[in-house]
């Protein structure tokens, strides 16, 4: 299973790549944004009943998408606006909550995005969070299976 995609760079320089979300059968694109904590799903409020309410009133659900063939889980905030980039309308955000969960690289030399899958942890693992790779240049192959071992 290839575990990478290309990164599409929109005319003001946003980074987002193509995804679809299956819980709600809407294709479209998610910004990468390493300066968000959170991801969210956008104009998903009106879409999708269901999810839990987090300590502070927003709603947070769980969703199943796909990027590339490869199905992610991952709990996005809910916010009932839609944002559009130029060309590209937002189904949402990717937040450093998913890029450090699924030890994503981004690769801006070669406009690539990698992840990995959460590794299965043993109960008594600590509960930490990989560091995220931003703007590393991969210059041989031993480069991407040295953050794929991790």
């Given at each position: 299973?290839?575990?990478?995609?290309?990164?599409?760079?929109?005319?003001?320089?946003?980074?987002?790549?193509?995804a679809f979300i299956s819980d709600i059968q809407c294709e479209g694109f998610f910004l990468i944004d390493t300066g968000?904590?959170?991801?969210?799903?956008?104009?998903?409020?009106?879409?999708?009943?269901?999810?839990?309410?987090?300590?502070?009133?927003?709603?947070?659900?769980?969703?199943?998408?796909?990027?590339?063939?490869?199905v992610f889980k991952h709990d996005f905030y809910?916010?009932?606006?839609?944002?559009?980039?130029?060309?590209?309308?937002?189904?949402?955000?990717?937040?450093?909550?998913f890029l450090s969960k699924f030890r994503c690289i981004i690769n801006y030399r070669n406009n690539i995005f990698y992840w990995n899958q959460p590794k299965k942890r043993a109960k008594?693992?600590?509960?930490?969070?990989?560091?995220?790779h931003i703007g590393y240049y991969i210059t041989q192959v031993s480069d991407l299976e040295y953050f794929a071992e991790k």
């Amino acid at each position: 299973m290839q575990n990478f995609t290309k990164l599409i760079i929109s005319e003001d320089n946003y980074t987002v790549i193509n995804a679809f979300i299956s819980d709600i059968q809407c294709e479209g694109f998610f910004l990468i944004d390493t300066g968000a904590t959170h991801s969210i799903v956008l104009g998903a409020s009106t879409m999708y009943n269901g999810g839990q309410n987090d300590t502070n009133r927003n709603i947070v659900v769980n969703f199943e998408f796909i990027i590339k063939n490869e199905v992610f889980k991952h709990d996005f905030y809910l916010l009932g606006k839609s944002i559009k980039i130029k060309e590209y309308n937002l189904l949402g955000i990717l937040g450093t909550d998913f890029l450090s969960k699924f030890r994503c690289i981004i690769n801006y030399r070669n406009n690539i995005f990698y992840w990995n899958q959460p590794k299965k942890r043993a109960k008594n693992e600590a509960n930490f969070s990989y560091p995220i790779h931003i703007g590393y240049y991969i210059t041989q192959v031993s480069d991407l299976e040295y953050f794929a071992e991790k």
